[in-house]
């Protein structure tokens, strides 16, 4: 039978250290402030389904900005598949940081 891991021997999580959150997507990087990140009301706003309004909210109005830029079309257009690759990627990042060591 195997021994479990010993906690030393997991790598520690952006939570368990009280890092900012970083995840890049399609060549950029994007930082969520660790405060940002601890706050159940903008999980709630993700529950409700005003995922814009959580995104703007964990990474703040420049990042988002950034990202909307980064995918403008020609028209001035944001379409709406880039966006929701980039809010998928921004959901995991918050997800592979919410699991802590003790868990």
Excluded: C
């Amino acid at each position: 039978m195997p021994t479990p891991k010993q906690p030393q021997d997991r790598k520690a999580k952006a939570e368990a250290k009280g890092a900012d959150i970083t995840f890049a997507h399609d060549g950029h990087r994007y930082v969520i402030p660790r405060d940002r990140a601890d706050n159940v009301e903008l999980f709630e706003m993700i529950e409700d389904g005003k995922n814009f309004a959580a995104a703007r909210a964990f990474l703040g109005t420049e990042q988002w900005s950034e990202f909307k830029n980064s995918v403008r079309t020609a028209d001035d257009r944001v379409p709406s598949e880039p966006t929701e690759r980039f809010l998928n990627a921004l959901m995991e990042a918050l997800g592979n940081s919410a699991a802590s060591p003790t868990s």
